[in-house]
């Protein structure tokens, strides 16, 4: 029987068993990752940015063939084609969109509108007040230990932060692995965390075993958080390849993201008008400057090269500081139950008699 402290308002809204996500990684959390998550009662989250509309489609129909529980899909917020994206949401009946940049205020409006939970990803407190205030129904906040993109404030002060601003369900990121972590983020005023690098290592992601093991080989030092990637601060793991980049010039690298924007283009099935759209939208709504916009498509074609294609060497490996804290490959299924009683061991552990009743 699950703990009651671990039936929470995320778990009420969204449907799911367990006050656990697996985070929407691109070229990782496919339908299978998704599939397995939603199965084993947490929320798993189709990564769409990285795949065409058709694709996305596709994904989510393989999803609800595997399993009749919810899951969502993340959406870019700033995407050309994100309102179109939001009405498959609505007609797959998906119960929960969630969003890595913070979307339209009509795109939010018309997922609410049909019952679906919206959920944007945030990284500092004006922002989690800012999609509040646009209708958002929760919000997942990532702290500077998280992979991929990240900021500066560690989770257990920028946690506490957003918790004391909002009204709506927190859900907690960066540094969270195990039962001892969920019942922290749950005492930190927390409805439940999120975890990437933890679900990317797992037996039914389809990440190549090669990729895995230099993860488990990843010590807590092993990861650095470098804007050489793609013009903007994300953590990584400390490859060879990124202390090259590291150590090279930001032109340098400019011919190789003009490169990866084609590529990406070819992956995704976008047109040139809506890709420079989408540049524009970019360098706005991120405050970016023009060589950063254009190096933003090296991203998702080096985690390509790294998550499909195994290329540890070349590719780009988002990696958050927890990597060096985990050592094996359990099943999504196995990895949840293991959360779910270590916490409800802790928290049993902590609910201690008051003193009067044990004659103190």
Same mark, same amino acid.
């Given at each position: ?98 969003? /890595? ?8 409006? &018309? ?16 922002? /989690?007040?800012?999609? %509040?205030?646009?209708? /958002? !129904? ?13 900021? %500066? ?14 009204? #709506?369900?927190? #859900? ?9 972590? *969920? ?9 439940? #965390? ?9 037996? !039914? ?7 895995? %093991? ?7 030092? $092993? ?27 930001? *032109? ?68 958050? %500081?927890?990597? $060096? ?7 999504? /299924?196995?990895?949840?139950?293991? #959360? ?19 004659? &103190?």
């Amino acid at each position: 029987m699950t703990h009651p402290r671990l039936r929470t308002r995320f778990t009420e809204l969204t449907g799911v068993r367990y006050p656990i996500v697996q985070t929407g990684m691109g070229w990782v959390s496919g339908p299978e990752l998704t599939a397995a998550t939603a199965a084993a009662g947490g929320l798993g989250i189709i990564a769409s940015a990285t795949l065409s509309a058709d694709d996305m489609l596709a994904a989510i129909r393989t999803v609800k063939e595997r399993t009749d529980a919810p899951f969502g899909v993340n959406i870019r917020g700033d995407a050309p084609d994100a309102m179109d994206r939001a009405r498959t949401l609505i007609r797959e009946g998906v119960r929960v969109a969630s969003f /890595a940049l913070a979307p339209k205020a009509d795109v939010i409006g &018309v997922l609410k509108d049909a019952g679906v939970v919206v959920i944007p990803s945030i990284g500092a407190r004006r922002h /989690a007040e800012k999609v %509040q205030a646009m209708g /958002a !129904d929760a919000v997942l906040v990532q702290g500077g230990e998280g992979g991929g993109h990240t900021g %500066q404030v560690a989770t257990s002060l920028l946690l506490p932060q957003v918790v004391d601003a909002v009204d #709506i369900p927190v #859900i907690a990121a960066g540094g969270f692995f195990d039962g001892r972590g *969920l019942v922290a983020a749950l005492a930190y005023g927390a409805e439940g #965390i999120a975890m990437g690098t933890r679900f990317l290592l797992t037996s !039914d992601s389809t990440v190549p075993a090669q990729v895995k %093991q230099a993860y488990l080989d990843s010590g807590v030092d $092993g990861t650095v958080v470098t804007d050489a990637i793609d013009g903007v601060p994300q953590r990584v793991l400390r490859t060879p390849m990124v202390e090259q980049l590291t150590a090279g010039r930001r *032109l340098s690298r400019l011919p190789a993201s003009v490169r990866s924007a084609v590529a990406l283009k070819r992956e995704t099935g976008g047109s040139w008008p809506a890709i420079v759209r989408e540049g524009l939208a970019m360098r706005r709504n991120r405050e970016l400057s023009w060589d950063q916009v254009l190096m933003a498509a090296n991203t998702p074609m080096m985690i390509r090269t790294g998550m499909v294609e195994g290329r540890v060497d070349v590719g780009s490996l988002a990696s958050g %500081q927890v990597a $060096g804290l985990i050592d094996d490959l359990p099943s999504c /299924a196995e990895l949840i139950d293991r #959360i779910v009683g270590q916490a409800a061991e802790v928290l049993t552990g902590l609910t201690v008699p008051a003193p009067e009743a044990a004659g &103190v």
